[in-house]
Structures are given as C-alpha cells and as structure tokens.
C-alpha cells in the first residue's frame, strides 16, 4: 500500500516536498514514479528511482527543479520540487513495482492515492 503525501498551495517560484511511503516490507527492491495529472491532460510521468540502486530519471518538464530521493529504512520516496511554475498544477501520484518498465521507472502494479499541488499567486 503507497501513501503519498505533501501537496498544498504555493506560489510560483516556490518549493514543496512530496513524499511516498509504503507499508510493504521488501520496498527496498522496489522501482518508485512519481507522476502527474492536471485537468484535461493525460498522466505525465515526471520521475523514476530504483530502490535496489538509487539510479533515477527526469521528465524533461522537471530536470533540473525536481530530485527524488529515498529512505529505505523508513520505506520512503521523496520528490523535492524547487522554482514551481503554475504548469505543475497536478494531481501527484506515487507507483511501484518489483518489475520496471524502462529502468528505473516501475510497471504500473501499485498506486498511492494521489495530492494535489496547486501553483498559483
């Protein structure tokens, strides 16, 4: 089970840290995605780490503002999100997977239950 978490309102140029946290004991093998969902677009996948060797991937959206990072004693991911622009307006949700899809991105086995993130003065 994935529980994501973090979201609110900020203003542009702002930052917000976005958390995942999982209640499966093995998540230390996992593959972790953070993505997106704004109204009337389709799920952009923003970024990947693999929780067996911290490898990661960007969305071209967000190289370079976003990092993810992981706490495997705490069975956790974090998306830290630096310079939002109103753009990452979005639903965000957390995946996993014990498989990957394109490493280090998961396959589409689990999903959190999404948080909003607002970007706007």
């Known amino acids: 089970q994935l529980q994501a978490s973090g979201g609110g309102l900020v203003q542009p140029g702002g930052s917000l840290r976005l958390s995942c946290a999982a209640s499966?004991?093995?998540?230390?093998?996992?593959?972790v995605g953070w993505f997106r969902q704004a109204p009337g677009k389709e799920r952009e996948k923003i970024s990947c780490i693999s929780l067996r060797d911290g490898r990661t991937s960007y969305g071209d959206s967000v190289e370079g503002r976003f990092t993810i990072s992981r706490d495997n004693a705490k069975n956790a991911v974090y998306l830290e999100m630096n310079t939002l622009k109103p753009e990452d307006t979005a639903v965000y949700y957390c995946?996993?997977?014990?498989?990957?899809?394109?490493?280090?991105?998961?396959?589409?086995?689990?999903w959190g239950q999404g948080t909003l993130v607002t970007v706007s003065s």
């Open positions: 499966e004991a093995s998540f230390a093998k996992y593959y």
């Open positions: 995946a996993a997977s014990l498989f990957y899809s394109g490493l280090p991105c998961p396959r589409s086995d689990y």
